[in-house]
């Protein structure tokens, strides 16, 4: 996330960081269903702060807030569309390798 009346950037775990007992009041108390979607660094910072946030706001360990997390998954709870580009040459028009990381699209341009 970029902010658009300033220069200073603003990303998601800023402002995850700034509602964090909000986030835990809808995860722990309201059973709020969790949605990350954009780049796979992106998505690792985010869901790393989840489970240290899940950890902090619930008083458990970082090893359940992660099984928390786990099981949010399985149920649907917990859905991450993440997805990432790799560049072969320094010519990225020639060579470019885009995967969605669920698996749903592989773009290839050689």
Not at 50 to 74: H, M, T, V, Y
């Amino acid at each position: 996330v970029h902010g658009r009346e300033s220069t200073k950037k603003v990303y998601v775990q800023d402002l995850m960081k700034e509602n964090s007992s909000e986030i835990i009041e809808l995860i722990a108390k309201k059973d709020a269903q969790i949605y990350i979607c954009g780049s796979t660094s992106m998505g690792k910072d985010v869901t790393e702060l989840l489970k240290n946030l899940l950890a902090e706001g619930k008083g458990i360990s970082i090893g359940d807030a992660q099984k928390e997390l786990d099981e949010r998954e399985k149920q649907g709870k917990f859905i991450k569309e993440l997805w990432g580009c790799l560049l072969y040459t320094s010519d990225a028009a020639d060579d470019l390798l885009c995967v969605d990381l669920g698996g749903r699209r592989i773009i290839k341009k050689k």
